[in-house]
């Protein structure tokens, strides 16, 4: 049960605003795009199962009186970016809230994962970040509003090997959101990154993690709740899972090369690759 306290909380900065949710089909954007409308944000919903989106902007006019628009994209591709933006801020819809979310992995021996599979990673994961970055946020600095939420991950703290592509893209969406976060922060613009540790959602199936691999993970209504009150709050990073902030905080006083050993050895051991 959400606190009513922080709901107000985020009820007062969302309330009335237009969100755009990536990845809204599934897991923690869906999630992230129930918290918004509970919170009286109207939403644009993307990805590309489009009756998973028509079902969930359904729900949410339904259950909380908010509009909802579904724009499907495949944001791998180079132009889906431009084409989310011309359906919206370009047409004269204000989008004061971007939650870039959409994103997937791969676990397994670098050597046999396939090299499509990994670009079109760095595609989704990382440039179509950028891009839908630097379409949105112009507006947001001269209407001197706005929140932008990039979800990277507890893996963008150390290389991961067995996961090298995937971890990597994360390491990029967080040092992207902490140093934007400080750029236009004076411009009344929040940025925050979402770094879940294991969550329930679609991504182990997708990534190829056994399910037993991800035992403790935490709810996608829990990790999307923490993400927004870090998002309203001004703060750069959030760490919803308790075990991931103290690992990352203890591992800082180690050498890398020694972590990254280690997690190389854990995930050897573990018999997950
Ligand atoms: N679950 C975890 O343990 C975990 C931990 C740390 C970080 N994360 C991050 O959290 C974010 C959300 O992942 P999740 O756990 O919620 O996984 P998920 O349940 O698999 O959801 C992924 C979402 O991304 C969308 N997507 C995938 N490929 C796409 C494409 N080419 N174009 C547009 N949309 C695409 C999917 O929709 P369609 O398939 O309908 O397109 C889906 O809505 C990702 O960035 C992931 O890296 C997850």
Not at 60 to 68: N, Q
Not at 107 to 127: I, P, T
Not at 146 to 154: F, K, L, P, R, Y
């Amino acid at each position: 049960m959400p606190s009513p306290v922080r709901s107000a909380v985020l009820a007062r900065s969302f309330a009335g605003k237009w969100a755009l949710v990536t990845g809204a089909s599934a897991g923690i954007g869906e999630a992230l795009a129930l918290d918004l409308a509970a919170s009286g944000a109207h939403l644009v919903l993307t990805a590309r199962r489009v009756e998973r989106l028509e079902a969930l902007a359904a729900r949410v006019r339904a259950d909380y009186g908010v509009e909802s628009r579904v724009v499907p994209a495949d944001l791998a591709l180079p132009e889906a970016p431009r084409q989310l933006y011309e359906a919206t801020e370009g047409a004269g819809l204000p989008i004061d809230i971007l939650i870039n979310n959409a994103g997937f992995g791969y676990l397994g021996k670098f050597e046999k994962g396939s090299l499509d599979w990994d670009r079109k990673m760095v595609d989704l994961n990382c440039a179509a970040v950028v891009h839908l970055t630097h379409l949105f946020l112009p507006r947001m600095i001269e209407r001197k509003r706005g929140h932008i939420m990039i979800v990277a991950s507890t893996a963008s703290f150390q290389p991961v090997p067995y996961m090298a592509t995937y971890a990597a893209t994360k390491a990029f969406d967080r040092f992207l959101s902490e140093a934007l976060a400080a750029e236009v922060r004076p411009h009344g613009v929040n940025v925050s990154a979402l770094c879940p540790g294991p969550t329930e959602s679609e991504f182990g199936q997708v990534a190829g993690v056994r399910k037993d691999f991800f035992r403790g993970s935490q709810t996608a209504e829990l990790v999307a709740r923490k993400g927004l009150l870090a998002l309203v709050a001004g703060e750069p990073e959030s760490l919803p899972a308790f075990s991931g902030a103290a690992t990352v905080f203890f591992t800082r006083f180690l050498p890398r090369n020694a972590v990254t050993g280690l997690v190389e050895k854990i995930f050897r051991k573990s018999g997950a690759v």
